[in-house]
């Protein structure tokens, strides 16, 4: 079970994020950051699940973060979402190790899901394509 | 557990932060795996079907962009990364000496991939040979010893990436 907790300690703080970035956006922009954040309360609900039905302790969320950069406008709120996206996914990515069946496929689905947001972000940001060679 | 001796929110804020997060987390939370681990020459290659895999790829790469110029712009940025698959994979694998030869450019014109001589079918064609190898990657991904699963999984998240650019 080693790494799920660090992946849902990971989803709380994309999801916070998420909250304080999504005030800047407006348009389709908002639209991708709510469903962003809607994506990171599904995975963080299913690690829960995951969590409790192995009798591992859950980390809490906090109550708010530090965050890398004050998000004043829309740019830097699409800068932040990009860099929780980039985390987020490392942080997946250092759990594929740790874990097998089921919970790998959880880890590269969720890596996958990171690395594509990542990417649409960074197109949002005017740099196309946005991909990465090792998300 | 990795936050023992950092509160939460401190380890948190560093993880968005980015800064500093060896130091914050101590133990390698950010990290991308054990990359010692990666230095072991396992024999034979367990890597070696995903490395001829990503090869022939770029072999429809380039004979795509050589056949139809139109889509190099589109098509340029995404075999580079690509290439820097190979090299990861013959990183990974122990070094220059295990994997086949690359060389893209080296695919002989005549026995290389067949490209359609109408771009929009052509791009369909990488595409199709794009979420072939995607699959490939998901399916490595998953069977993979620890110590490839995460390069593994960077190359699958890469190539759903690379679907989403080619439509």
Known sequence: MTGLPDALTGEHAAIYGYGVLGAHLRGPALDAA???????R???????????AA??????????YDLPFSVTNQDTAVALATQIEERTGAVW???????????????????????LRAARWRRMAGKAPGTVALP | MVYNGHSRRTLL?????????????????????????LTSSPKPDPLAPMMAGTLALIGVYTATIAAQPTLANRLNPLLAEHRAHVDALRAAAGGPSSG???GPSSVPSGTGPSVPANPTEALAAVHTAEQ?????AVRDCLAA????????????ASRACHLEVLG
């Open chain 1, 34 to 40: 709510r469903q962003a954040q809607a994506a990171h």
């Open chain 1, 42 to 52: 599904s995975r963080r609900d299913t690690l829960f699940v995951d969590l409790a």
């Open chain 1, 55 to 64: 009798d591992e302790p859950a980390p809490e969320a906090a109550p708010a």
């Open chain 1, 93 to 115: 990515r250092t759990t594929l190790p740790d874990v097998t069946g089921s919970q790998r496929r959880l880890a590269l689905d969720a890596l996958t899901d990171c690395a």
């Open chain 2, 13 to 37: 804020g560093a993880m968005i932060g980015g800064a500093a997060l060896t130091g914050a987390a101590g133990c390698g939370v950010f990290g991308d795996g054990d990359r010692s681990e």
């Open chain 2, 100 to 102: 086949p030869s690359t």
């Open chain 2, 132 to 136: 072939s190898a995607r699959d490939t």
């Open chain 2, 145 to 156: 010893q620890p110590r490839y699963a995460a390069l593994l999984g960077s190359i699958a």
